[in-house]
Every structure is written in C-alpha cells, then in structure tokens.
C-alpha cells in the first residue's frame, strides 16, 4: 500500500489531500478562498498568497485526520510546483518541501496541467490492468481537453509523461472568458458554473455569435476573445447605459439573458468541439478525455459525448469536485512518477509559467 499526500495552492484554492496506490482517496479537503475573491471579480495574488499561508496547516491537518493516518503512515508528498501564481505556488511548495524534509520522504513537484489529467485516472482507475476493465477502462493512448480559467490545451498523451501539445489558446482561455463575461453581465464569480445554469433555459441558437477557427489545416490552437468582444458588443450596441443586464436585457433586445449567455456558451462548446475531434482524427485515437474546471460544462460533456459517441470515440471525464482545482489528482500524478522512480529535491523552485512539455 502507497500513501501519497497531495498538496495544490496554485491558485485560489488551498487543497491537501490523501491518496492510497493512486486511485483511493482517502481525504480530499479544498479549503475555496472563492468568497473573498468574489468582490473583486477575480483572483488577486497577493491576497491569494496570504490565506494560502494562513490556512495550509489546518488543511493539511485536516487531510490526514480524515484519512486517519499521521505523517508517518506516508510513502511520499506530490506538491503543484506551476504553472500559477507565484507567490501562491511558494507556500505549497515550501510547505511540502519541509515535510518532506523532516520526515525523510520522498516528494515530487508536479505541473498542475499534468494533475488535471491525472483526475481522470482516480475517476476511471483502470490503467495497466488495474480496477476495472471494459467500456469504463481509460488506457493509452488517449487525446485530452485541458479547459480551466488559464488554460486551453489539446494534448495527445501516449503514455505516463508522453505528452504532445496539439494546440492551445492563443489569448483567453475558456474559463476566463466565462468569467470575464459574467462580470460583464454582473452576473457574479466565478462565471462558468453561473453561465453553465442560466444557459439550461435558454436558447444555444437564439444569437449567431461568431466562432474563431485558425485558417491554416494544421493549427489546432484556440482564440476566445473574439466571442468576448461579441458578447460585449451585442450588449452595448442595444444600450450602452444599462446598469442591470439582468433586469433590462430582454426589454432593450428581442433576447433573454438566459437566451444571450447560452448563445455564448454554446459558441465557446463549438469551438472547443470541432478542434478536438479534428484533433482526435488526425491523431486516431478512440479516447477523449476532459479535465479541467471547465470540464465540468454540462453543455460540452453532453455535446461532446454524443458527438463522439456518433464516431465510435469515448469520452471521459471526472466528476465536478475533481475537475476544478484539488490535490487529490497532484497526489494520484505523484503516485505515478514515484513510482518510476522521478523524485524531486529540495531546490525545486516555483515556474509561474511552466508548460506541459517540459515536465
Ligand atoms: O481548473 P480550475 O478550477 O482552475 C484553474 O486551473 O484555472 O478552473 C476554474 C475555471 C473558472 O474559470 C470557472 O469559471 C470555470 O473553471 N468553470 C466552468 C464551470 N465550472 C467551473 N466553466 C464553465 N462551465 C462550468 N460548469
Ligand atoms: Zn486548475
């Protein structure tokens, strides 16, 4: 038996969490730092590094204490070392490096793109023979969505730590266009789950927003600020002075707001859709993955899964508390490159910007 404490602090959530051979959760606490950033629309670093500090040893406590077991019951520490904010990554790291320290234990940065995928892993555990087998199995090789507030990355993954990056974002990601278009529609923070509501009584096909594609037959990359700056002039350009989107948006135009943000949504799920399944041709894979918070978008698991279902593709994905950030996946990734043998020492600094490709 392998007992793997994950710690993840890359953004605007403190996480700790205990994972027994890579595929148990044991604990998986997620202390959200959400209702303080809300009044600003957003995450700020410097207050995000501060509740990081004040609250990764109760966490961690926590973690072990519903996993029943001590520092001493552990086998090894998996901590996210970037891409994220840097003052934020710091006291995960630091923190994980002085347990590891003084417990003698082997520990291993982790990129939290790599722990987003690994999600996957602890929700379908069935790689090399292991749990279970048949449709739910998630084997190798396999293509992956990776959506979240930062990211957009078409990955094809040939085996532990094989990645190819196909494409990724060239401004915003989906996930921050969500949340930028709910703050242009005060609609609150985070946008994603808010807009991902709304749109179930609205129209998808009531507004025919624009869907960005690059021109080129091999770029895979993605562009989601040109259905921002639609939103934002679709809703200017009938009244530049209104002050409750909510209340007068119907009134000022023929649509709803439920009718204006599933038009969004669904013109962020197209684009996501048409390059991942070109994506998954080019490559001939017969498994789709999604991680990431935006992986848990009612609209694109529904969209996606009968559209490759319609090709014979599967497609997988984790459950919601999974698919946004937790360490529960950073302890499964560490799992993984323990087992292999990948350690890290104790001069691993933070990479506010680290990529896939060089993990
Ligand atoms: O992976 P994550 O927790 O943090 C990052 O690594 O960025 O993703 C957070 C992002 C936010 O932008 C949030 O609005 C978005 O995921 N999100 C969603 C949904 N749930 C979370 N976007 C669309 N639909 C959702 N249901
Ligand atoms: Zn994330």
């Avoid at 204490?65 to 790291?93: C, E, H, M, N, Q």
């Avoid at 350009?237 to 204006?260: A, C, F, N």
């Avoid at 090709?311 to 996946?329: F, I, Q, S, V």
Wanted: glycine share 10%.
């Amino acid at each position: 038996m392998t007992l793997i404490l994950g710690i993840e602090t890359s953004c605007d959530e403190t996480a700790a969490a205990v994972v027994k051979d890579g595929k148990k959760i044991l604990s998986n606490v997620v202390a959200s730092q959400v209702a303080i950033h809300r009044k600003f629309w957003g995450v700020v670093p410097e207050i995000a590094s501060r509740k990081h500090l004040e609250l990764i040893n109760p966490v961690i406590s926590e973690a072990l204490s519903r996993a029943k077991i001590g520092f001493s019951d552990l086998d090894g520490i998996a901590v996210t070392y970037g891409p994220g904010l840097v003052g934020a990554l710091l006291v995960g790291l630091s923190t994980a490096k002085a347990i590891a320290y003084s417990n003698n234990l082997p520990f291993v940065g982790i990129n939290h793109l790599e722990g987003h995928i690994y999600a996957n892993y602890l929700e379908h555990p069935s790689l090399r023979g292991r749990g279970p087998s048949g449709p739910e199995a998630l084997k190798f090789p396999f293509l992956v969505l990776i959506v979240s507030g930062g990211h957009s990355d078409l990955v094809y993954v040939k085996n532990h730590g094989g990645y190819e990056v196909l494409g990724r974002t060239r401004d915003d990601a989906p996930g921050e266009a969500f949340d930028k278009i709910a703050k242009f529609l005060k609609l609150g923070y985070p946008g994603g789950p808010i807009i991902d509501k709304l749109s179930k009584n609205g129209d998808p096909k009531a507004i025919p927003f624009p869907r960005s594609y690059f021109k080129t037959k091999e770029t895979l990359d993605f562009s989601f600020s040109g259905i921002k700056t639609a939103v934002v002039n679709y809703v200017t350009g009938h009244g530049s002075r209104i002050t409750s989107y909510r209340e007068k948006l119907s009134s000022i135009t023929r649509h709803s707001l439920p009718d204006l943000v599933a038009s969004f949504q669904e013109a962020v799920v197209d684009m996501l859709i048409k390059n991942t399944l070109r994506a998954a041709k080019i490559k001939g894979v017969k498994r789709i993955v999604l991680a990431g918070g935006v992986a848990s978008n009612s609209r694109l698991r529904k969209r996606l899964g009968e559209e490759a279902k319609a090709k014979g593709l599967g497609l997988y994905y984790p459950r919601e508390e999974l698919c946004t950030d937790n360490a529960a996946m950073i302890a499964c990734c560490g799992y993984y490159k323990l087992k292999e043998g990948i350690e890290s020492d104790l001069s691993l600094n933070a990479v506010a910007n680290l990529s896939l490709s060089v993990t």
